[in-house]
């Protein structure tokens, strides 16, 4: 039985200044948990990488040589693209704290305002254990998703070309998405040349080097995710598609854009309350043997309670271009659903502070 999506217009869309209020509200409050997080113990952070190459960028030193280990940031390799450490060179500019804090706080701003203008339920993806882990680890995956709703920013995908091409088909506006990312990529990378002209070189060098990037629907479960191509004339079934084949970092964070797919409260919470449990599980090791490894629990429990669900919610929808809208009526069951998320909500944010990855 499918959904009657056309059954409710769509809501008006909310005024600007209180999509900026809310935004900032959002990056003050994303902006505070790198803060916390960052002080109460020494941590690093995903975006450390970033902010080391791009102060490398900016002596005129590669950043691929400054970032690695036995190099002068000691840790993993810069597998990101020269276009992503520009974008990062502003940020560069502050202390490594500060700048965390301030990528942070960008990040959930742009996308609190995208989701007060187009469906403000899906505010509740801000207190997912997805969206809390990419905000207080400095990836970039709730940028890119806020770029979707504000096309003409689509040129920030470089900073993570993977995610930001799964995300072109549930675009607002393709032709702004394709112009804008296309102007943007072609300068980034112009400019990416001109600091440092055999980027390319030493960037597939390093990529080499990565063994765990196999893409979603390779994974546990994943050959189920194909059916969402039983609704290949909707796009937020592309999404899932895209999304689901390129290879990524075995992790919570990069599914984040998978919250471009449900509307309304209650969609957006279960998808929330699903993506929360996966976490507790992924914590607690349940269902697990003892000698799993992290790479294979975090996959595991993405395809099965992030990519899946998104594929079912999908599915209920017509295989149609149009729109998907939902007339919701509020439940008993769900003020239950709610008080389960914000319970779960409470411990993915504990978690987060608490630096579990």
């Not at 700048?99 to 187009?118: H, I, Q």
């Not at 509740?124 to 096309?151: D, E, H, K, N």
């Not at 209920?316 to 389960?340: G, K």
Request: proline share 7%; glycine share 6%.
């Amino acid at each position: 039985m499918t959904e009657n999506v056309a059954a409710a217009p769509r809501p008006e869309p909310a005024s600007w200044p209180t999509a900026v209020l809310i935004g900032l509200v959002a990056g003050a409050l994303a902006a505070a948990l790198v803060l916390v997080r960052g002080t109460t113990s020494p941590t690093v952070s995903d975006f450390d990488q970033l902010w080391h190459g791009a102060r490398a960028a900016w002596a005129g030193i590669s950043p691929y040589t400054a970032v690695g280990p036995g190099r002068a940031f000691d840790w993993d390799y810069l597998f990101y693209p020269m276009p992503a450490v520009i974008v990062a060179m502003p940020f560069a500019l502050a202390p490594l704290l500060a700048a965390r804090a301030l990528f942070a706080a960008a990040s959930a701003a742009l996308l609190a305002a995208a989701f007060v203008r187009n469906d403000r339920a899906k505010l509740v993806t801000l207190l997912t254990a997805p969206a809390l882990i990419a905000l207080a680890r400095g990836q970039s995956s709730p940028l890119l998703l806020a770029t979707a709703y504000f096309p003409a920013l689509a040129w920030l995908g470089v900073a993570k070309p993977n995610i930001g091409m799964s995300l072109v088909p549930v675009s607002r506006n393709l032709r702004t998405t394709i112009l804008a990312g296309a102007i943007g990529a072609t300068l980034m990378t112009v400019v990416s040349f001109v600091l440092e002209p055999t980027w390319v070189a030493q960037w597939r060098e390093v990529v080499a080097r990565k063994t765990d990037n196999a893409p979603a629907v390779l994974r546990f479960g994943g050959f189920l995710i194909p059916l969402v191509l039983l609704r290949w004339r909707r796009r937020e079934a592309w999404l899932i598609m895209l999304l689901a084949c390129i290879p990524q970092t075995p992790s919570l964070y990069d599914a984040v854009p998978l919250f471009a797919v449900p509307i309304g409260l209650r969609q957006c919470t279960a998808l929330g309350l699903s993506a929360n449990v996966a976490f507790l599980a992924l914590v607690t090791g349940l269902g697990f043997a003892a000698d799993a490894t992290y790479g294979t629990r975090v996959t595991t429990l993405s395809v099965l309670f992030m990519y899946l669900p998104a594929v079912g919610i999908v599915l209920t929808r017509p295989n149609d271009s149009e729109p998907a809208t939902v007339r919701e009526r509020f439940t008993r069951a769900d003020l239950l659903l709610v008080l389960l998320f914000a319970v779960s909500s409470f411990f993915a944010i504990w978690g987060t502070i608490a630096k579990y990855r």
